[in-house]
């Protein structure tokens, strides 16, 4: 029986080698040279531990009486941290109820026209909106005028990089016409085709959600959910023009859609990986055309099925998408104001569409997000404009629980960079390459919350808490 647990002991040392192995591969794999430095540091350790133990246990050391005592406080030991690190510790019950959990006071809908993308991107000096907006709104109006004079929402775009950034801008913009030219009234919210005029579809709200589900998947959504609307998410009043519409500017949005089809579209690891530099941008606007593209194709789907659609995507947006995207169960809102999700962190950009279909709601989830986010901070800790709250726990911000992004500051530093940053995503510890040493981590700290400060403190000694951008693709190169 003694050999047997010595045995067992030599196999569990084994397979314990086998993953810092594997996670020395995956550092080389992400191009991550302190952490390939240190993983390699913690494999070679491992097998010092494995050769020591094969020579005691070779020398009979484990069949005297102080060996038994060694081995059976190995086991206790290895059986203690297994329990410690891998049992399910206690649910956060307010990530479980989704948006509602977090709500403690009254919440009013947000205004479209006081965001700052659309106050920099669509207010116009001299037109009647403008002097509208700034008659009620006087304190925005000159570090508004400031902006613009930098030429546009981001700048000069890509001017962090100068005088290599164009070739990456030139692809940001050819990604961008995307959404902007999916984004006229007729294809956002389209009618049903006419070789369809009139004709009915009779599907239960199971097989709708699990076809919607489906073509969203085939067009190339990488995680799909469905929320029934709080309509405390949807914009109050509309406040971004792009097709000269300016009879819409300042009408009151319609809450009148029951459902929302969220869909999310990961952002390449490597891509991300040099932000804030232009190569993030550009795979920013390449997930945000696909988006455009998978959205507006459903609200088709819909349409033709003789239900309204609507394609919230960059370019057109009716709601607010991360409060949906938790509601339909896709993940939780981090500490960086990103939706959170298991999968792929907040490597995600986020589109939706919202339709009278009926359909069944997903529920929220609980991946420990929060929990997380309070003790990591490395988004904040990162945030080259301070805009990212370091404060432990979330505040109350119009009567929701949450950690509230300063977009203001946020976007000044967006404007005098040329990029939209990126920084945030790319250094926190869920936006890892998906290998399955990260999957296994994530599998833990999203239902451990003692592995979530175990880990957390690993990816700081791996990882740095300040690491540097990586170079990126080749092909994506923006320095000589």
């Known amino acids: 029986m003694r050999d047997v647990f010595i045995f067992i002991g030599a196999l569990a040392l084994v397979v314990q080698a086998f993953i810092g192995l594997s996670f020395f591969i995956s550092c080389i794999q992400e191009k991550e040279k302190r952490a390939s430095l240190f993983a390699l540091f913690q494999f070679l350790v491992m097998i010092g531990v494995l050769i020591i133990y094969l020579i005691i246990a070779g020398a009979g050391f484990f069949h005297t009486a102080p060996g038994l005592i060694v081995l059976i406080a190995g086991y206790i030991l290895a059986l203690v941290s297994g329990w410690f690190l891998m049992h399910k510790t206690e649910p956060n ?181 040099p932000a804030p530099h232009t190569p993030s941008v550009m795979e920013s606007m390449k997930e945000y055309a696909k988006g455009a593209y998978i959205t507006t194709q459903i609200a088709a789907y819909i349409a033709n099925m003789s239900f309204e659609a609507e394609a919230n995507h960059l370019r057109h947006y009716t709601a607010i998408l991360p409060p949906l995207a938790v509601d339909a169960g896709l993940g939780e809102v981090g500490r960086l104001g990103y939706l959170m999700t298991k999968e792929l962190g907040p490597r995600v950009r986020l589109s939706a569409v919202t339709t009278d279909l009926p359909l069944i709601p997903d529920k929220p989830v609980d991946i420990g997000a929060e929990d997380f986010c309070t003790i990591c901070k490395k988004c904040a800790t990162n945030c080259p404009s301070r805009s990212i709250p370091e404060e432990d726990l979330p505040k109350e911000f119009n009567g929701t629980l949450r950690w509230k992004l300063d977009a203001e500051s946020c976007f000044e530093y967006w404007g005098k960079i040329g990029t939209d940053c990126c920084i945030c995503m790319k250094v926190c510890p869920w936006s890892h390459a998906r290998t399955w040493p990260h999957r296994m981590i994530v599998r833990l700290i999203s239902r451990n919350r003692y592995a979530r400060r175990v880990f957390n403190l690993m990816d700081d000694i791996f990882y740095g808490r300040k690491p540097k951008p990586k170079a990126g693709p080749q092909w994506a190169r923006y320095t000589e």
């Open 93 to 273: 019950t307010k990530a479980l109820q989704g948006t509602k959990g977090l709500m403690i006071g009254p919440v009013g809908r947000f205004d479209e026209r006081m965001h700052v993308f659309a106050r920099n991107r669509t207010m116009r000096p001299g037109t009647e909106p403008y002097q509208t907006f700034y008659r009620e709104h006087p304190e925005l109006e000159a570090n508004d005028a400031r902006r613009r004079e930098k030429g546009g929402p981001l700048g000069h775009l890509g001017s962090i990089d100068k005088p290599y950034e164009g070739p990456n801008v030139a692809g940001t913009l050819a990604s961008l016409t995307i959404p902007f030219n999916l984004s006229l009234p007729r294809i956002v919210k389209p009618s049903q085709h006419p070789e369809l005029k009139g004709r009915k579809f009779d599907l239960s709200p199971e097989e709708a959600s699990r076809r919607l589900k489906g073509y969203a998947r085939s067009l190339g959504a990488d995680l799909v959910g469905i929320a029934e609307i709080n309509p405390l998410w949807i914009y109050s009043h509309r406040g971004e023009i792009f097709h000269e519409n300016w009879e819409d500017w300042g009408k009151a949005i319609p809450a009148d859609h029951k459902y929302a089809l969220v869909v999310a579209e990961e952002m390449d690891f490597d891509m991300i990986g």
